[in-house]
């Protein structure tokens, strides 16, 4: 009997399907038939393989509320994030598909001859993928993998395994050649692994905890495999006393909140200048407490549950009644929820201040001036995301070159545009996805010297 992943609806405890675990021997059959599909791919016409991947995207859009309801159920997401999920992967195949034939080498000045640059597919690429956005992040990868000329075996996370294999199916249906994309489900340490040490494999993109980054970073020197990580968070909102003080607090409650916590880029450190701290988190508490919890299909739902029992309790475990703060609202009964909470009067390098959670769950912590700021910003060993509320232009410039991470935003909390890049420094990651260079993460440049004496 073959081992099974119990997938479940994370609002109501129940069983949305099995699906069989892929093996160490799946993942060997996989690369075979990967590498075989990547030949022909790599060795078509340019446009021929934008057109399929333009095609794919629009099958994509056929199917956006199909997706979405899938996500609903398999991750808890709210419908309209995952509608805006399922729309994120139709654009990030379309912005991928405008690359192929843009994908173009160098030629640089030599004497005694021609130099160029050649950009050439790495092979096959195998992309693991977490739990917390399961269509968006696993495109992330495939997209500019694919247009790129490589084929793509994907393993998503144990609990969300549903959107990825609909999208292999329609991905057939679209006309991508049998093999160029799969989706194998399956167990990290067995399926996720079986890629990671694979020599078939040239390159791994793995989104994930920073432990098993780590893990993967170091397993994939044994080959030199190529390696971009994207790993955890615990970013940043500073919030300045020159702000406009309504719109930051009125902008915080969902900067950490959306996807219930679940997002690397959440805000989940509130640093308030201590002169506005009090007026700040008098205009915090009732946006917090109004937040709407409950049934993610529900339109007007702002949050959902967690995704799974294991999460509950790591988030339970960083949140002891007994701390002090402002405590949102949660349904009762089956299903994995949490309030949303945010702690206040907590040390600076509290767990809980400095550990990422992977919940609603923020700190306030006060900070002195713009020194002490950029301090207390830069005091965890993360670097991915930001934000800056400030009217003074000056401040907003200095901050943002001074904290030290991948991805800010002044007076906004947005992070993640499919054509800007997007990575962490420190501990947050290695290299960077989306953007205009995303391709090129996907190839290697060969350099070609051709005589003109002979
Ligand atoms: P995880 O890192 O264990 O899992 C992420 C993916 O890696 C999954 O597909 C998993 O099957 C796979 N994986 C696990 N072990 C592996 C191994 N040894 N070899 C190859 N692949 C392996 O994350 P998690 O346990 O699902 O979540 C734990 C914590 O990670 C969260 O609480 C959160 O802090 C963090 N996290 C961060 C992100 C992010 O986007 N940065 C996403 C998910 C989780």
């Given at each position: 009997m073959p081992h099974h992943l119990l997938v479940l609806n994370?609002?109501?405890?129940?069983?949305?399907a099995t699906v069989p675990a892929a093996t160490a021997e799946d993942v060997d059959a996989a690369v075979v038939r990967a590498a075989a599909a990547q030949r022909g791919w790599a060795a078509a016409a340019p446009a021929d393989r934008a057109r399929l991947l333009r095609r794919f995207a629009a099958v994509v859009d056929d199917h956006i509320e199909e997706l979405a309801r899938l996500e609903v159920r398999e991750a808890g997401h709210t419908v309209g994030n995952a509608r805006w999920e399922a729309g994120n992967v139709r654009d990030l195949l379309d912005f991928a598909a405008g690359g192929v034939e843009r994908l173009s080498g160098r030629q640089i000045p030599v004497p005694g001859g021609l130099d160029i640059t050649l950009l050439e597919p790495l092979g096959v690429v195998g992309v693991i993928a977490p739990w917390n956005f399961p269509m968006p992040i696993a495109a992330w990868a495939t997209a500019p993998a694919l247009a790129a000329g490589n084929a793509v075996i994907l393993k998503p996370a144990e609990t969300t395994p549903l959107t990825a294999l609909r999208l292999a199916e329609l991905a057939l249906e679209a006309g991508l050649p049998e093999g160029l994309l799969q989706v194998l489900p399956g167990e990290g340490a067995v399926a996720g692994d079986a890629l990671v040490v694979h020599?078939?494999?040239?390159?791994i993109v793995f989104t994930g905890s920073t432990k098993v980054g780590k893990s993967i970073m170091a397993k994939c020197a044994d080959q030199v495999k190529r390696v971009t990580l994207e790993l955890g968070g615990k970013s940043p909102n500073i919030v300045f006393a020159d702000a406009d003080i309504e719109a930051a607090a009125a902008a915080a409650p969902m900067a950490f909140l959306d996807n219930s916590g679940q997002d690397c880029c959440a805000r989940t450190r509130i640093l308030v200048q201590r002169s506005v701290y009090d007026r700040f988190l008098e205009l915090l508490t009732p946006a917090i407490e109004e937040i709407v919890v409950g049934d993610p299909a529900d339109e007007r739902t702002q949050m959902g549950p967690l995704i799974s029992r294991a999460q509950l309790d790591r988030v339970r475990g960083y949140v002891p009644d007994s701390l002090p703060g402002i405590r949102g609202k949660a349904p009762e009964g089956p299903g994995f929820w949490f309030p949303p909470t945010v702690l206040t009067?907590?040390?600076?390098?509290?767990p809980c201040a400095v550990?990422?959670?992977?919940?609603p769950v923020a700190v306030v912590l006060p900070f002195e001036d713009e020194a002490d700021a950029i301090r207390l910003a830069n005091a965890t060993p993360y670097g991915l995301s930001g934000s800056i509320w400030t009217r003074d232009v000056g401040r907003a410039v200095r901050a943002s070159r001074a904290v030290r991470a991948g991805n800010l935003s002044v007076n906004s909390h947005s992070s993640v545009r499919y054509w800007t890049p997007f990575g962490g420094y420190k501990q947050s990651g290695l290299g960077r996805e989306l953007?205009?260079?995303?391709?090129?993460?996907?190839t290697e440049t060969k350099n070609v010297f051709i005589s003109t004496e002979a």
């Amino acid at each position: 009997m073959p081992h099974h992943l119990l997938v479940l609806n994370p609002a109501t405890e129940d069983v949305v399907a099995t699906v069989p675990a892929a093996t160490a021997e799946d993942v060997d059959a996989a690369v075979v038939r990967a590498a075989a599909a990547q030949r022909g791919w790599a060795a078509a016409a340019p446009a021929d393989r934008a057109r399929l991947l333009r095609r794919f995207a629009a099958v994509v859009d056929d199917h956006i509320e199909e997706l979405a309801r899938l996500e609903v159920r398999e991750a808890g997401h709210t419908v309209g994030n995952a509608r805006w999920e399922a729309g994120n992967v139709r654009d990030l195949l379309d912005f991928a598909a405008g690359g192929v034939e843009r994908l173009s080498g160098r030629q640089i000045p030599v004497p005694g001859g021609l130099d160029i640059t050649l950009l050439e597919p790495l092979g096959v690429v195998g992309v693991i993928a977490p739990w917390n956005f399961p269509m968006p992040i696993a495109a992330w990868a495939t997209a500019p993998a694919l247009a790129a000329g490589n084929a793509v075996i994907l393993k998503p996370a144990e609990t969300t395994p549903l959107t990825a294999l609909r999208l292999a199916e329609l991905a057939l249906e679209a006309g991508l050649p049998e093999g160029l994309l799969q989706v194998l489900p399956g167990e990290g340490a067995v399926a996720g692994d079986a890629l990671v040490v694979h020599p078939g494999v040239a390159k791994i993109v793995f989104t994930g905890s920073t432990k098993v980054g780590k893990s993967i970073m170091a397993k994939c020197a044994d080959q030199v495999k190529r390696v971009t990580l994207e790993l955890g968070g615990k970013s940043p909102n500073i919030v300045f006393a020159d702000a406009d003080i309504e719109a930051a607090a009125a902008a915080a409650p969902m900067a950490f909140l959306d996807n219930s916590g679940q997002d690397c880029c959440a805000r989940t450190r509130i640093l308030v200048q201590r002169s506005v701290y009090d007026r700040f988190l008098e205009l915090l508490t009732p946006a917090i407490e109004e937040i709407v919890v409950g049934d993610p299909a529900d339109e007007r739902t702002q949050m959902g549950p967690l995704i799974s029992r294991a999460q509950l309790d790591r988030v339970r475990g960083y949140v002891p009644d007994s701390l002090p703060g402002i405590r949102g609202k949660a349904p009762e009964g089956p299903g994995f929820w949490f309030p949303p909470t945010v702690l206040t009067g907590v040390a600076e390098d509290a767990p809980c201040a400095v550990e990422e959670i992977f919940g609603p769950v923020a700190v306030v912590l006060p900070f002195e001036d713009e020194a002490d700021a950029i301090r207390l910003a830069n005091a965890t060993p993360y670097g991915l995301s930001g934000s800056i509320w400030t009217r003074d232009v000056g401040r907003a410039v200095r901050a943002s070159r001074a904290v030290r991470a991948g991805n800010l935003s002044v007076n906004s909390h947005s992070s993640v545009r499919y054509w800007t890049p997007f990575g962490g420094y420190k501990q947050s990651g290695l290299g960077r996805e989306l953007g205009p260079d995303a391709l090129t993460a996907f190839t290697e440049t060969k350099n070609v010297f051709i005589s003109t004496e002979a």
